[in-house]
């Protein structure tokens, strides 16, 4: 089948083409410079600030599902057969303001009003979901959008109060659902699409199968899924990322699936994606998940990204490492299967060769008699990056530790395996004692660097500590040892 040489996706309640799309156009640049619709601020560029905010609806095997997305950092190229909502897309009946505009002036949510309509977007995109959220979720749902001048007091009283103003129901997203629906299948031919302007390009592989083809043809291509951290190479650092291949609209790669033998998650699922079925199979996750982040990230970005990109800052990997997960990669027609750890070589290189991608991580199913942690230590609680990530997989049977997987992040070059403090556990009783016999071996497992996050100390320090949290919370307490907030 002959390749499409354009995008098409609709904006707001217009219809989309164009083929003049480089490989680090962002949906920011194309809604501000070339359609005008500067309701939309950059803040940050770095999709920290949700200043930028927009809705992003796509079709999934559910049917229509609308996200709050940073548009700083969104490729423009990953919108075909998407429907982008803006600021200027809201109203109320007779054209009054929307209920979440109306309910942000009367609880005077706003101030300067730089991120007012980020924030709105992201109230908007609750509303429709939940009409009634409490604080938590509001706050959740607020974690990607900052503002200096409310206190976030009068949004979430705004929040609370949206439903007064009007019903998801009567929205024009629910109730052009359908028609919506229709436009972009029929945007949807399963073709190749291949964009140029000049000498950049840009690759919308057609399935699986294309994009194992196109890597072979092009094995130096830049794979992007949700560019969450490639979005930062192109505003930031001004790279050229071309030729780029783009995986985020391929349903394939975004499928979990919960089976007896365990989760298989594809390397283009959104942390959003995931979120339901890993943390059923592992609950411990919940809060773990909450931290990572805000929610225009965890739409964006993908479980198997935060993997290839072979960071050891990034979150997921220690939890994976120490849940026992494979991956699986594919070149061409062939696979490969390996644990997890093995696939982190050393700072900055991974086992994958050119023309090799991920294609799927797969977790054992939910063991008896297993004490499970994850812990996330950050400056700020919310929306920052990890000084140390540790992740804990306990085998306990009659008050004696039978095996112990422990996994850390932030400590060394790669996420890595605790072996010595794993093997000072192992055949010791669960108390408090031995776990904290088995920290004082960290210092042979890792040689934390010093940099703006935290001291090599502090690291070491702070991961000692993380052994006898462990212990404390599953030591039946009649006081918690902190309060849960998820």
């Given at each position: 089948?002959?390749?499409?040489?354009?995008?098409?996706?609709?904006l707001?309640?217009?219809?989309?083409?164009?083929?003049?799309?480089g490989?680090?156009?962002?949906?920011?640049d194309?809604?501000?410079?070339?359609?005008?619709?500067t309701?939309?601020?950059?803040g940050?560029?770095e999709?920290?600030?949700?200043a930028?905010?927009?809705?992003?609806?796509?079709?999934?095997?559910?049917?229509l599902?609308?996200?709050?997305?940073?548009?700083?950092?969104?490729?423009?190229?990953?919108?075909?057969?998407?429907?982008?909502v803006?600021?200027?897309?809201?109203s109320?009946?007779?054209g009054?303001?929307?209920?979440?505009?109306?309910?942000?002036?009367?609880?005077h949510?706003?101030?300067?009003?730089?991120?007012t309509?980020?924030?709105?977007?992201?109230l908007?995109?609750l509303?429709?979901q939940?009409a009634?959220?409490?604080e938590?979720e509001?706050?959740?749902?607020?974690?990607g959008n900052?503002?200096?001048?409310?206190g976030?007091?009068?949004i979430?009283?705004?929040?609370?109060?949206?439903t007064?103003y009007?019903s998801?129901a009567?929205?024009?997203?629910?109730r052009e659902r359908?028609?919506?629906?229709?436009?972009?299948?029929?945007?949807?031919?399963?073709?190749?699409?291949?964009?140029?302007?000049?000498?950049s390009?840009a690759?919308?592989?057609?399935?699986?199968?294309?994009?194992a083809?196109?890597?072979?043809?092009?094995?130096?291509?830049?794979?992007?899924?949700?560019?969450?951290?490639?979005?930062?190479?192109?505003?930031?650092?001004?790279?050229?990322?071309?030729?780029?291949?783009?995986l985020?609209?391929?349903?394939?790669?975004?499928?979990?699936?919960?089976?007896?033998?365990?989760?298989?998650?594809?390397?283009?699922?959104?942390?959003?994606?995931?979120?339901a079925?890993l943390?059923?199979?592992?609950?411990?996750?919940?809060?773990?998940?909450?931290?990572i982040?805000?929610?225009?990230?965890r739409?964006?970005?993908?479980?198997?990204?935060?993997?290839?990109n072979g960071s050891?800052?990034?979150?997921?990997?220690p939890v994976?490492?120490?849940?026992?997960?494979?991956?699986?990669?594919?070149?061409g027609?062939?696979?490969r299967?390996?644990?997890?750890?093995?696939?982190?070589?050393?700072?900055?290189?991974?086992?994958?060769?050119?023309?090799?991608?991920?294609e799927?991580i797969r977790?054992?199913?939910?063991?008896p008699?297993?004490?499970?942690?994850?812990?996330?230590?950050?400056?700020?609680?919310?929306?920052d990056?990890?000084?140390v990530?540790?992740a804990?997989?306990?085998?306990?049977?009659?008050?004696?530790?039978?095996?112990?997987?422990i996994?850390?992040?932030g400590?060394?070059?790669t996420?890595?395996?605790?072996?010595a403090?794993?093997?000072?556990?192992?055949?010791?009783?669960?108390?408090?004692?031995?776990?904290?016999?088995?920290?004082?071996r960290?210092?042979?497992?890792?040689?934390?660097?010093?940099?703006?996050?935290?001291?090599?100390?502090?690291?070491?320090?702070?991961?000692?500590?993380?052994?006898?949290?462990v212990?404390?919370?599953?030591a039946?307490?009649a006081?918690?040892?902190?309060l849960?907030?998820?």
């Amino acid at each position: 089948m002959q390749p499409r040489s354009e995008i098409r996706f609709l904006l707001n309640d217009t219809e989309v083409t164009t083929g003049a799309v480089g490989a680090g156009d962002t949906l920011l640049d194309m809604l501000r410079l070339e359609r005008r619709l500067t309701g939309t601020k950059e803040g940050c560029a770095e999709g920290d600030c949700g200043a930028c905010t927009v809705l992003v609806g796509r079709l999934s095997e559910t049917g229509l599902r609308y996200e709050p997305v940073n548009a700083c950092i969104r490729l423009a190229a990953s919108l075909d057969a998407c429907h982008v909502v803006t600021i200027e897309h809201l109203s109320g009946p007779g054209g009054r303001l929307h209920p979440v505009q109306q309910a942000m002036v009367e609880h005077h949510g706003s101030q300067c009003g730089f991120c007012t309509p980020g924030i709105v977007m992201s109230l908007y995109a609750l509303w429709m979901q939940n009409a009634d959220p409490d604080e938590t979720e509001i706050e959740t749902a607020l974690q990607g959008n900052l503002c200096r001048c409310t206190g976030y007091a009068p949004i979430i009283r705004a929040a609370r109060a949206v439903t007064r103003y009007g019903s998801p129901a009567e929205d024009a997203l629910s109730r052009e659902r359908a028609a919506v629906t229709a436009r972009l299948t029929a945007l949807r031919d399963g073709r190749r699409v291949e964009l140029r302007k000049g000498d950049s390009r840009a690759i919308l592989p057609a399935d699986i199968d294309d994009l194992a083809r196109v890597l072979t043809a092009h094995p130096q291509a830049t794979l992007v899924a949700g560019a969450t951290d490639v979005g930062l190479w192109v505003t930031k650092f001004l790279k050229d990322i071309s030729p780029v291949v783009l995986l985020g609209h391929l349903d394939a790669l975004r499928r979990v699936e919960h089976g007896p033998k365990g989760l298989r998650i594809g390397a283009g699922a959104s942390y959003s994606d995931s979120d339901a079925a890993l943390c059923d199979a592992y609950p411990h996750l919940r809060e773990f998940w909450s931290r990572i982040a805000g929610w225009q990230v965890r739409n964006m970005g993908t479980i198997g990204g935060n993997i290839a990109n072979g960071s050891p800052i990034g979150d997921m990997p220690p939890v994976l490492i120490a849940l026992g997960a494979e991956i699986v990669l594919r070149h061409g027609e062939s696979r490969r299967r390996l644990p997890i750890e093995d696939f982190f070589i050393e700072y900055g290189r991974q086992d994958i060769v050119p023309g090799e991608f991920l294609e799927e991580i797969r977790l054992p199913a939910p063991q008896p008699d297993r004490i499970h942690a994850a812990y996330k230590i950050s400056k700020r609680r919310d929306e920052d990056i990890s000084s140390v990530c540790a992740a804990f997989n306990l085998h306990v049977e009659a008050g004696r530790i039978v095996t112990a997987r422990i996994a850390m992040g932030g400590m060394a070059g790669t996420p890595k395996r605790a072996a010595a403090a794993e093997a000072a556990l192992q055949g010791q009783p669960w108390s408090e004692a031995a776990l904290v016999a088995a920290a004082e071996r960290l210092g042979e497992d890792f040689t934390p660097l010093t940099d703006w996050r935290a001291s090599a100390e502090y690291r070491l320090s702070v991961a000692r500590n993380l052994f006898r949290r462990v212990f404390l919370e599953h030591a039946g307490l009649a006081e918690p040892v902190r309060l849960a907030r998820a």
